[in-house]
Each structure stands twice: as C-alpha cells, then as structure tokens.
C-alpha cells in the first residue's frame, strides 16, 4: 500500500507531542500508515451514512462533525487527505471541501493522540528517541482497551 500522506506533516504532529525528544523517520511513516488506514475506514463508513441520505456527496456531518475548522490551524494537508478519503470508497462519491477539512482534523487529532502516546513509550524504554515501534507498540495495547 502506496501511503498518500507527506511524512513531513506527519513528523511535525509527532514532534508537537514528543516535546525534547527526537523523532525517527521510521516513526512518521509507521504513523501516516496508521492514519491513512484510519481516514480510509472513516470515509467508508461517511459513505455509509451518505447512502443512507440518498447522497453520493460526503459531508461533514458524515463524519460526526458540526463545526468544520479553519483549515488553514491544520498540520495535515486537505488535498492527500481527499486521496485518502477516497482509497477504499466507490469512485462515484465525491468528498465536499468541508468534509475533507473535518477528515483531516479527526485524523490529526488522531495522530496528535498516538504521537504522545509514542513519545511516552519511548520515555518509558528510556530512549531519546520515537521510533516505529513505539507506534507499534501503541496499538499493540491499544487493542486491549477498546
């Protein structure tokens, strides 16, 4: 699976989390696969929700979302966010600019979560560095919890 997501965007949540820590590369790739698996099955289910209201539009509202954000607050990027939305959903769906603007703000806070989740596992092992087995090993708990 090709990851849509800029890792650079991807880093900056990570780093935004991790306070003096470093960040691998590994990390920010490891955690844009997450969320690129996660907008995709979000869109899934907006789809869902849309075909239900005898849409073929998704909106915001599909998504859980009242208020969309000001895009312009957001780390992540609209436009691969969109690409994502669309990975795993029939391509007779389109995806309104408010809905793309609230997938990326669920997915960053997502990702916000994960990152500092990261960055304590990484404490924990006493390193100085988040690596992709600390995202790794986030959702390997994760799992346990849900």
Known sequence: ?????????????????????????????????????RGAALAIDAAEEATADGRKTLMASDF??????????????????????????DDSYRVAM??????????????????????DLARHADRRTVKAEDVQAYFELAQYFE
């Open 1 to 37: 699976m090709s990851v849509e997501l800029p890792f650079a965007p991807v880093d900056t949540v990570i780093r935004r989390n991790a306070g003096n820590l470093r960040v691998s590369a590994e990390a920010a790739e490891e955690l844009a696969r997450r969320i690129q698996k």
């Open 98 to 119: 408010d809905a793309r603007i609230a997938l990326a703000d669920i997915l960053e806070s997502y990702a916000d979560n994960v990152a500092a989740a990261a960055a």
């Open 64 to 89: 859980g979302v009242e208020t969309v954000p000001d895009k312009d607050r957001l780390e992540l990027p609209v436009a691969p966010v969109d690409r994502i939305a669309r990975l795993d959903i």
